[in-house]
């Protein structure tokens, strides 16, 4: 832990999907290349078993609603809710501590 | 979103495991199985490919902290650190705002 830690915010987005997949992953890839190129973007964790789990991590609120809004989540987002989520939820956090362990080679 | 909505906790565990398994299922659901038996435990979230994510919610941070020195738990930590994680990383984030989608059947 470090005194100097800055807070920034994660997105958590939980979901379960339809048995729809056509087009999921290209729109999926699609996404996480359009959310680094935003202002404010962090970083991008994913993974999926029964559940998928996303995590992205972001500079401020701000950069958050930003990419919310951008017109091309929106069209991804209108999609996801047509075909592809069964279920979704998305919490909004302020990451305020922090700590990593590696393995020393 | 709901004005009444009341903040609580979550931590995001990111690891990418070495390539020793012997034991690591048992030991993850054994923490899940204590985990949810803790004072302050609302729920969990895992899921794993290149990377695993494990997001566990809790009302509080001392409900964390209660967590994080627990006798079962400790002995869980130094078993991954030597045996199971190349890498992990804790976040101990407040969430602040929540949404849902569920599909109408």
């Known amino acids: 832990m470090n005194s ?4 920034y915010y994660a997105v958590i987005f939980t979901s ?6 056509a087009g999921y992953a290209e729109m999926a ?9 935003q202002k404010g973007f962090i970083g991008i964790d994913s993974a999926r078993n029964e559940i998928g789990i996303t995590v992205s991590y972001w500079e401020s609120l701000d950069a ?3 990419w919310k809004q951008h017109t091309d989540h929106l ?10 989520y069964a279920y979704y939820n998305v ?3 302020k990451v ?9 080679f």
């Open 16 to 21: 379960i999907q339809t048995e729809t997949t």
């Open 96 to 104: 305020e501590r922090e700590y990593s362990f590696k393995e020393r």
């Open 75 to 84: 069209v991804a987002q209108q999609k996801g809710i047509k075909n592809w």
């Open 91 to 93: 919490k909004i956090c």
């Open 64 to 66: 958050i609603q930003q």
């Open 29 to 37: 890839q699609q996404m996480e290349d359009v959310a680094k190129e």
């Open 4 to 7: 100097a830690f800055k807070p």
